[in-house]
Structures are given as C-alpha cells and as structure tokens.
C-alpha cells in the first residue's frame, strides 16, 4: 500500500505537536521500512530522556486518526494478491509497523483475510534484522531458499540478504532503483501487476 504520504504527516504532525524543528521529507522518507522507535531514532539522534517516546506517541495518535493522506492499496493490488493465492502461494507480511497499526492498515484496506502470516516491529527486532522473516520461516516450515521477500526499500532487501533469502525490488513504492539494486535482487519491478507474470517467468 502507498502510506508516504500519511506516514510523512503523521511525522510532521508528532514533532510539531512537541515544538520541534521538523526534518525534511525526504528524510523521513529514508526512515520509512523501520520500526517507530528506529526510524524516530533515525531522525532525532541523542536528544533529551524520554524524547523519542514522545515522539512516538504523537506520531500514533495522527497515524489513528481518520483524517489527511489515509494510506491507499497500489492500483492492481487485491487482484494480483487474488491472484498469487489462487496460485497456491503463502503470503506474510514483515513490516515496520506495530501490530496495532498493521492490524488498522489491513482492516482499512480490506485485506486482512488475505496474509497468512504476520510480523511486526514491535514484536521482535526491527528490519534490517532477519528475526521477522526467520520467524515467519520457522511457522510454515519453508526454507530461506524457497521463499521471496518483496520490497520497496532497502530495508526489506537487507532484512532479505540477512536472512539469506532471495528478493525482489519494487520501484513503485519508497526507495529508488539505485538503492534497491545495492542489495543484488533477483529483478526489481514497476507495477505490482507485474509481479504474478515474473513470478511464473521462472
């Protein structure tokens, strides 16, 4: 799903709320993939005790609410994940989100019948840190080898490369080409209805 641009205002919104310089956007865009307490980490090193809690707390209290930029399903998503299961493929989620903001994300979005596996930010370590994927490696008994992380940030591919799992980029979402490409994927991809043809390419 598309969630930039709420996640920028909902980070303008935090640092705002506590009379702090905000970071630019592209800043925070280069956080987008890590946990909350990671990314705010990211965008305000040091500071003063108990700063990045706050931060954190604000951001989740915008981030609930019902109002400015919600985050939108990438034109071609429910069919291609449709799709992908008929197929007879698992699909999990690992995102740096906290599972009371994924569990609201996929509710919102009307795939929350779809995962069969999920993995949050707030339940283990944060990408790039393979714990997430070893996780979900683990439950359904699959091997490195036969599983794909699919990723619009390096993040997603270094959390990939650290779990020793084959990837593949996807230009559409946050990061560019050029720092997708750092981590080696399979192929990186323009459009999610790309991906059923590349998958089946194989």
């Not at 946990?35 to 609930?64: K, M, Q, S, W």
């Not at 007879?88 to 929350?112: I, N, P, Q």
């Not at 439950?139 to 959390?159: C, K, N, S, W």
């Not at 490369?161 to 192929?187: D, F």
Request: aromatic share 6%; net charge negative.
């Amino acid at each position: 799903m598309d969630s930039e641009a709420h996640i920028i205002e909902c980070v303008e919104a935090a640092v705002r709320d506590l009379n702090l310089p905000a970071p630019s956007q592209d800043a925070i865009r280069d956080i987008i993939g890590l946990g909350l307490l990671e990314a705010v980490n990211t965008l305000f090193p040091g500071g003063r005790e108990g700063l990045h809690l706050e931060i954190a707390a604000r951001y989740r209290v915008h981030f609930f609410k019902n109002n400015g930029s919600p985050s939108q399903l990438f034109e071609g998503t429910r069919e291609v994940l449709d799709e992908l299961l008929q197929q007879g493929y698992l699909l999990a989620v690992a995102t740096g989100k906290g599972r009371k903001g994924l569990d609201y994300a996929l509710e919102s979005t009307g795939l929350a019948d779809v995962f069969h596996l999920t993995r949050c930010a707030d339940e283990t370590f944060s990408k790039p840190h393979p714990e997430m994927l070893n996780q979900i490696l683990a439950q359904t008994g699959i091997e490195p080898r036969q599983a794909l992380m699919i990723g619009d940030t390096e993040y997603d591919l270094e959390m990939a490369v650290n779990a020793g799992m084959p990837a593949l980029g996807v230009t559409y979402g946050t990061h560019s080409l050029e720092r997708l490409l750092k981590h080696k994927p399979l192929a990186c991809v323009d459009r999610i209805t790309e991906i059923p043809r590349w998958l089946n390419s194989g």
